[in-house]
């Protein structure tokens, strides 16, 4: 099993290499070769996640044990929450190849879209395999540098100036990352996350220091993340950047470079305390609370659609959040373990519903040329398909049952109401209905009302590829419903919980 890690990172990367050689001379390799290779590892991580033992398992690059106890390889390890990190990953990826192969026609150099997007790919499962922090860096900024490429793919003055701001953004992240590890590594002088782990809860600290570098790499990935103040750059590049690029960028990137690094270094390399986990749970309400209400007044599509990002974020750090900070008070564990269980359901059902509205926001741009809903109108009868997958996706978001939002989110706030969070509990739910309402707005001005666009234009549903990805997204977002029942639950959900839960059982798993 540890050998067949390293195809999520090598066979991305490998793609990556060969499309700009062979896609010059071999029509629509580019096309086949990522949509293949992102389908294989989404089969792959859904086998993984069902069928294999949910022990830790680990690589090492090179072969190299360790020398008098200290680790000097290049560790990937796999367990429980990287698991089901990979699966969001690829799923979304594969998805995304798909929508593709039509929507980027209309654009030039597919050879250099599909290469970004497989490095990308790569970049994000080296990322939640990484088990050394240089290397999480590393793969992180392969991941951020080619989706800075991607946002500006249109090399139109918005697009470029939406690159340019993600760039200084995201380069300040960067910096505040590369010098909390720079700080750990003066510290512990080590980079392995367990070994890292094992030095800092055996030895005597100075907590100003500690405290200072979690600063830096709460600012740091919550940067990455775009959670509320640090979103500044995300509204303009998921608008700017290609609609299967949003798809990522919203519905993988910003968990997988911000919330998923956050949750597995403070849970499983850091000691939890209750200062941070505060912070934390601040950080995640003044998103979902700031980033709905910026939604509102939105008219451009994609625009609407990055603040409910932060939005939504928001509640998978305050689920994350809450459990951490209980587990910080020596509370219910079973409390917790259900919270942190709402925080990853909920990221799960992010990436499908927002994934899927992404996609609806590119269909109808697609064939209507215009993002601004007060210029579209009269959609569901030339559009049924995304009409309906939008309509479904819209409920999914906004909590409503049957579809998976409402699960997630109810999860996360009868969590808050057993650990007597009343404030945040009500918070959820205002949320939810104020994200109804805008959503409403969206299904009213581009479906429904008067068409206002331009009587001679034809408008009908987009092609197959772009209509499957939509239809299966949709599909998701009533299955991922199931997860609410323990049977499913405790095989895709629970072994990551379990893995967060055991916050002092990480370091001797990966160092034994």
Request: with cysteine; glycine share 8%; charged share 10%.
């Amino acid at each position: 099993m540890s050998t067949l890690v390293t195809l999520f990172v090598i066979l991305p990367l490998a793609a990556a290499f060969l499309i700009p050689v062979i896609g010059r001379v071999i029509n629509g390799f580019q096309r086949t070769i990522t949509a293949l290779i992102f389908i294989f590892l989404s089969i792959l991580s859904v086998y993984i996640l069902i069928n294999v033992n949910p022990n830790i398992y680990t690589y090492k690059i090179g072969g190299w044990e360790p020398v008098n106890g200290i680790p000097i390889a290049i560790y990937f390890v796999l367990d429980g929450l990287s698991t089901f990190m990979l699966v969001v990953i690829n799923l979304i990826a594969a998805f995304a190849a798909l929508y593709s192969i039509p929507y980027i026609k209309r654009f030039t150099a597919e050879n250099n879209y599909y290469a970004l997007l497989c490095i990308m790919v790569g970049g994000m499962n080296g990322v939640v395999l990484s088990g050394d922090l240089f290397n999480l860096y590393v793969f992180l900024e392969i991941a951020v540098i080619a989706s800075y490429a991607l946002v500006a793919f249109g090399v139109e003055k918005k697009e470029l100036e939406a690159s340019f701001k993600y760039q200084i953004l995201g380069g300040i992240a960067s910096i505040l990352i590369l010098f909390g590890i720079g700080m750990l590594y003066w510290n512990t002088k080590s980079l392995n996350i367990a070994d890292v782990s094992g030095i800092l809860k055996n030895t005597e600290n100075n907590k100003a220091y500690l405290v200072f570098t979690q600063a830096l790499l709460i600012t740091g990935f919550g940067l990455k993340a775009a959670l509320f103040p640090f979103h500044a750059w995300l509204p303009d590049a998921h608008s700017s950047a290609p609609s299967p690029v949003s798809t990522m960028l919203s519905g993988v990137l910003i968990k997988v470079v911000g919330i998923y690094r956050i949750t597995r270094l403070f849970f499983n390399m850091f000691e939890i305390s209750v200062e941070i986990s505060t912070i934390i749970i601040v950080l995640g309400v003044i998103s979902m609370v700031f980033g709905v209400f910026l939604a509102v007044g939105q008219w451009d599509i994609k625009r609407l659609l990055a603040y409910h990002s932060i939005s939504q974020m928001g509640y998978v750090i305050i689920g994350l959040g809450m459990g951490m900070l209980i587990l910080a008070n020596n509370g219910s564990k079973s409390v917790a373990a259900l919270s942190i269980f709402g925080g990853l359901f909920h990221l799960i059902n992010h990436a499908v519903f927002k994934g899927l509205l992404f996609m609806n926001a590119g269909a109808i741009e697609f064939k209507t040329g215009t993002r601004n809903l007060k210029e579209m109108g009269g959609l569901s009868e030339s559009m049924p398909l995304t009409y309906s997958t939008s309509l479904g996706a819209s409920l999914a978001i906004s909590g409503i049952p049957p579809f998976n939002g409402f699960f997630s989110k109810l999860i996360i706030i009868l969590a808050a109401i057993k650990a007597e969070f009343y404030l945040l509990a009500f918070l959820a739910v205002l949320v939810s209905i104020i994200t109804l309402a805008s959503f409403m707005k969206l299904q009213k001005f581009a479906f429904f009302n008067k068409a206002k666009l331009s009587p001679g234009r034809e408008i009908n549903e987009v092609p197959f590829f772009m209509c499957f990805s939509m239809v299966a997204l949709a599909i998701l977002c009533l299955g991922l419903s199931l997860l609410i029942f323990p049977g499913v639950r405790e095989i895709i959900i629970d072994p990551a919980v379990d893995v967060l839960m055991n916050t002092g059982g990480y370091s001797p798993d990966i160092m034994e």
